[in-house]
């Protein structure tokens, strides 16, 4: 057959690990190509990864999502496309296990919004589909020749479904509208600029800091490990030399137990094994092995050059000349990892690792003897404090509490401020103290026990909620700091442009029409205030949930202890997936206001059958109605549907408050008590 020779070429999540090193080197390699990047810059992209090809003359980037149809459709007309190499998906197995819905959208739908664009546009000559080993599924332990080409697809996590599914559209298209399609299915790739949620570059960070090697299970499981400048000239081979309707394995025949990479990691930076390997539990399903057959990839020319000893010793060169390539990568780095799917990119904030300890002046690596030493007296790596310190306010609160907790398990440094927020003199005195990089406003007066007390306390609430609020913002605009501000979604009710059960939810720039309680007077006030402040992000909290039941302000434990109950649809906050969200908000400094909350609504009642079914099974309440529970209560309550597509939009990985709701109930019994009437603390 006669080599292909593209012209255009769309490769599809450039950015990432694997496609970045193709790209760069078809970029460097041939330079009569067009070469146009299309990535959405997730959490595991970096346009770093293309730095160098970015001064190129045949190099374009779009940062964009391939389900955008009309974008892609687009590029492949504007551009001229002949040939997409299709990367772009979520990969990380962990990852699927906790959020697979978006593996489905990126991984099936994407692909799919491809392929309709080729079939539309008629004008593509070679489509390769990047696909994965793992869509074999499990192969036999005591296998001595690999999955081939044609072997069954069998895939065992929602990872490798969504993978196996793609393919099934990339078949289906070749055969209905003659599609030229390639697919490729691949081992473990490692090497340069591979995000750290992968075992060896998390191995390599980890031992960099002296931390534990963290194993799932006993670590027998078998994987087969290919350095990514092999699998990037792969993939050269079977552009110029593939068939368009086959598949190729890209592999090696040389396995390693998970056990005894972490092995070579303790030894290549002198540590004790036996005391820096820690095992964990292991994942829902963890495929013993995976083992390809290459021989047909290897007939086209293609053959692995770098041994497993001089791959892992440029990894790690690489990465201990580059530790802060990803910025806080605290979160990739546990042992279960469940990273948000964040836009990131060149514009994204970059931290250096927190509290990064290990001695650089012992990071000694040499090209003939590798050697790293771990030193007893820790310093960072970049000698100096670590980049990120927050100061709190509202420590004896909810909110407060818990995100002081957050920062002890994200490594960040962070004070509670000790000042009252209506006098200035403290709160300076607090900054200049601290001197922090971020101010979070978690204090507030709601009510005790709810927002009731607020009307017979106007003046307290109003010096807390108001002027105390503005005196922080004004306060950290003088000194050039973001302030995350936790306001309250409670300055809505549902009303004709909005009706119940609509689905159509108040935004952002909505004006707030509820002035029921005092309470959300003054926090629809101070909001439209801070609108004056440009350094201030508010977050429009509603009805905060968490998984921790014993405590009295969680909504699900308050209603559970109510006689009686008025069943109505709102918009809520579950804590446990959105106060990790205001971290990140405040490390890419994020302003404005924001509709604080999961996508979506849930009725009191769906809530209390949620916890009859998890809880207590014994469970039983009764319902009554707004007016009867105007009976009981002194001021009137909001409820709304807040939109929360802003929100959707910035982190695409965000659940619903149905599924995220369903996650916050531990599945232990647990019967709160009882009490005799009827109130909410809305916000």
């Not at 994942?283 to 092995?289: E, K």
């Not at 008025?566 to 890419?588: H, Q």
Request: glycine share 6%; charged share 25%.
């Amino acid at each position: 057959m006669a080599n292909y020779t593209p012209k255009n070429i769309l490769i599809t999540g450039a950015a990432g690990f694997i496609a970045s090193h193709v790209a760069n080197r078809l970029i460097r390699s041939y330079p009569d190509y067009k070469i146009v990047v299309l990535d959405k810059l997730d959490y595991c992209s970096n346009l770093k990864n293309l730095n160098p090809s970015r001064s190129s003359p045949n190099f374009k980037f779009v940062k964009g999502d391939i389900g955008s149809a009309d974008l892609v459709n687009y590029l492949l007309i504007t551009e001229s496309i002949d040939t997409i190499m299709h990367f772009a998906a979520q990969t990380h197995v962990d990852n699927s296990f906790g959020n697979s819905f978006e593996f489905t959208k990126n991984n099936i739908y994407g692909t799919h919004v491809l392929l309709e664009a080729c079939k539309v546009t008629g004008q593509i000559r070679r489509f390769i589909h990047v696909s994965t080993d793992e869509v074999y599924g499990e192969t036999e332990e005591d296998a001595v020749i690999g999955n081939h080409e044609a072997s069954q697809l069998l895939p065992t996590n929602p990872y490798s479904a969504t993978k196996a599914g793609a393919e099934m559209l990339v078949m289906a298209y070749a055969r209905s509208y003659g599609l030229p399609v390639i697919t490729t299915r691949g081992n473990n790739v490692y090497g340069p600029n591979q995000f750290p949620e992968k075992l060896i570059p998390k191995f390599i960070l980890l031992a960099m800091r002296g931390k534990p090697l963290p194993i799932h299970g006993d670590g027998s499981n078998v994987r087969s490990y290919l350095y990514c400048e092999d699998v990037a000239e792969a993939f050269e081979v079977i552009l110029h030399k593939g068939e368009v309707g086959h598949v190729y394995n890209i592999g090696t025949k040389r396995e390693r137990r998970v056990i005894d990479v972490a092995k070579d990691m303790c030894k290549l930076f002198n540590m004790d094994p036996d005391s820096s390997i820690k095992f964990v539990e292991n994942r829902p399903f963890n495929d013993q092995r995976y083992f390809l057959d290459d021989e047909k990839l290897k007939s086209l020319g293609w053959s692995e050059r770098t041994i497993w000893e001089e791959g892992l010793k440029k990894t790690i060169e690489w990465y201990t000349s580059n530790p802060d390539w990803w910025g806080d990568v605290s979160g990739a780095l546990l042992p279960h990892p469940r990273m948000l799917m964040m836009p990131g990119g060149i514009d994204r904030h970059v931290d250096g690792p927190e509290n990064a300890e290990f001695d650089s002046a012992n990071l000694a690596i040499n090209t003939s003897q590798i050697g790293v030493q771990v030193s007893k007296s820790k310093t960072s790596i970049f000698s100096k404090k670590p980049t990120l310190k927050f100061l709190i306010y509202g420590k004896t609160g909810w909110i407060g509490g818990l995100l002081g907790k957050l920062c002890e398990k994200q490594q960040i440094q962070y004070e509670y401020g000790k000042g009252r927020l209506e006098d200035r003199s403290q709160l300076l005195a607090d900054i200049q103290t601290i001197k922090p990089t971020h101010v979070f406003n978690a204090a507030g007066v709601t009510g005790r026990p709810n927002v009731d007390w607020c009307e017979s306390h106007k003046t307290e609430t109003i010096r807390t909620n108001v002027s105390g609020t503005l005196n922080l913002a004004d306060v950290c605009r003088e000194h050039g700091l973001l302030m995350i501000n936790f306001a309250t979604g409670c300055i809505f009710e549902y009303d004709a442009k909005h009706p119940e059960g609509s689905g159509i939810g108040f935004k952002e720039e909505d004006k707030p029409n509820f002035i029921g309680s005092f309470y959300s007077k003054t926090k629809a006030m101070v909001e439209e205030l801070l609108k004056e402040y440009d350094n201030v992000c508010t977050l429009r909290v509603r009805m905060p949930i968490s998984s921790d039941l014993n405590n009295p302000r969680n909504f699900i434990t308050k209603i559970a202890r109510y006689d009686k109950v008025v069943n109505i649809p709102n918009s809520m906050t579950i804590l446990d997936e959105l106060l990790p969200i205001s971290i990140e908000m405040a490390k890419r400094s994020l302003r404005g206001i924001w509709n604080f909350t999961n996508p979506g609504v849930v009725s009191h009642n769906e809530i209390l059958e949620m916890y009859k079914k998890y809880i207590n099974p014994e469970f039983k309440w009764v319902n009554f109605t707004l007016e009867e529970q105007a009976k009981v209560i002194v001021a009137p309550r909001s409820n709304n549907e807040l939109d929360a597509s802003k929100l959707k939009e910035e982190f695409p990985e965000l659940l619903s408050i149905k599924e995220s709701l369903i996650k916050a109930f531990p599945h232990s019994p647990m019967v709160p008590g009882r009490l005799s009437f009827l109130s909410f603390k809305m916000g």
